[in-house]
């Protein structure tokens, strides 16, 4: 397979070889959830680059007709768990699985809770705004969330006047969308919400009232000007700081759970060469030395969403969407009602004693109910070491120790299940299966 990633000038060195079937793994545990075996074959006759773009998707995001089906029955609703349910039957079925794990990135980036917002429509169209401008230029998607309903209302900006700003919206505009701590002071923010006022929900759509409106001069990040809200926000994603913040942000969701600052710098001068297009950055970032560095295998703590998905397409077994959404908040994620407007940590926090025992008891119920035969990702194998080992191999990307395979043999020939699924479902509790 070429490893040529058809681009003309590049911020990170390439990877230096041709891709090996662990690289194709690798590459695929964090593009699309699984290395399923149409995907891994695809991937290595395409090349890396261009399943990069195929994972992602077009300029408009696709969805199977019933997903879409789905999502439009469930708009109305303002139960949590019907609507998680209904993003997680599209994840499954997706042809584009990492158009919807940017799309997961951002939605615990610019965080709105429906507990607070009350409208499950505003919730489900920013999650469709996300997955239409996540992968493009950051500054038109921040610029657009600034109009999203859910967040103006999840922070108050549809309350905030001339005469009395409202400050929650630009406190996180600076400190969590963009710059991040440490690059603004609270004069800026309080600059930046006179800015911002006069943003509204009418007939529940954004309206700007001219009348509401701060139009005075002001002054941010030591910059004097009429500014206006797209000014605020032009600015601040403009700032070298949020090249940077937004660099280790996708360090942690597809590389590592600990970057470290050269990474960090990296990947940050790969967001500016590339003008803050995100195509361009995933691009770069997944046919690079850096994202296929030893070090970064296996070094990301699966999301309760990731690990869902991951071992449904293991299994080829997928439980009712709506009994997923219900094992995803056991686990300690609740799809759009986040529990505060930072979103989940992720990493290591994943890994409560609470979480890893709902991690199990979901695990083990799907694995208890057999798979799909036509769906079913990992190889046909039968219940010896022979067949624990192969599918050690192609559900954890590796093989455990000798005694941990002989521990896995014994659980495997205790189920009821058919050999195939006794042996997945048991090599799906290792431990391994918790970091892709």
Excluded at 57 to 71: D, K, L, N, W
């Amino acid at each position: 397979m070429s490893s040529s990633v058809g681009v003309v000038s590049r911020t990170l060195p390439p990877l230096s070889r041709d891709p090996t079937r662990d690289d194709v793994d690798h590459f695929l545990r964090r593009t699309a959830f699984f290395p399923t075996f149409e995907l891994r074959e695809r991937t290595e006759r395409e090349g890396l680059a261009a399943s990069v773009d195929r994972l992602l998707g077009g300029a408009e995001p696709s969805a199977p007709e019933e997903a879409t089906a789905i999502g439009a029955s469930v708009q109305a609703s303002e139960d949590v768990e019907v609507l998680a349910a209904a993003w997680l039957h599209r994840i499954l079925g997706s042809p584009e699985p990492l158009r919807e794990r940017l799309t997961l990135f951002f939605h615990n980036r610019f965080v709105s809770a429906l507990s607070k917002v009350q409208r499950g429509r505003f919730l489900v169209e920013q999650i469709e705004l996300l997955r239409r401008l996540g992968p493009g230029p950051f500054l038109p998607l921040v610029q657009a969330i600034t109009r999203d309903p859910a967040m103006i209302r999840y922070l108050d900006l549809e309350r905030s006047t001339k005469a009395s700003p409202n400050e929650n919206f630009a406190r996180e505009l600076l400190e969590l969308f963009t710059m991040g701590p440490g690059h603004y002071s609270e004069a800026d923010i309080r600059e930046a919400a006179r800015a911002l006022t006069g943003y509204r929900i009418r007939h529940d759509r954004f309206e700007f009232s001219p009348a509401a409106h701060d139009d005075g001069s002001k002054t941010f990040l030591g910059r004097l000007g009429a500014w206006s809200g797209d000014d605020i926000v032009r600015l601040a994603v403009e700032h070298p700081g949020t090249a940077r913040h937004l660099g280790r942000a996708l360090l942690r969701h597809f590389v590592t759970d600990a970057p470290g600052e050269p990474e960090i710098e990296a990947v940050g001068r790969l967001i500016v060469a590339q003008s803050g297009n995100l195509r361009a950055v995933l691009r770069e970032l997944f046919t690079s030395d850096l994202f296929f560095a030893s070090a970064h295998r296996f070094a990301l703590t699966r999301s309760p969403v990731d690990l869902v998905v991951a071992a449904s397409l293991a299994l080829g077994r997928i439980l009712p969407p709506l009994e997923g959404a219900r094992h995803l908040v056991a686990m300690g994620q609740s799809l759009l009602d986040a529990p505060s407007v930072k979103g989940y940590e992720g990493g290591a926090a994943w890994r409560s004693p609470a979480s890893l025992l709902a991690r199990r008891s979901y695990l083990a119920s799907l694995a208890e109910r057999g798979r799909e035969p036509a769906g079913a990702a990992a190889p046909e194998v039968s219940r010896d070491l022979e067949g624990v080992t192969a599918a050690a191999q192609a559900v954890l990307g590796r093989v455990p120790p000798p005694d941990e395979l002989a521990l896995l043999l014994r659980l495997a020939r205790k189920s009821k299940s058919e050999a195939t699924s006794s042996v997945v479902g048991t090599v799906l509790l290792h431990p391994w299966f918790q970091v892709a």
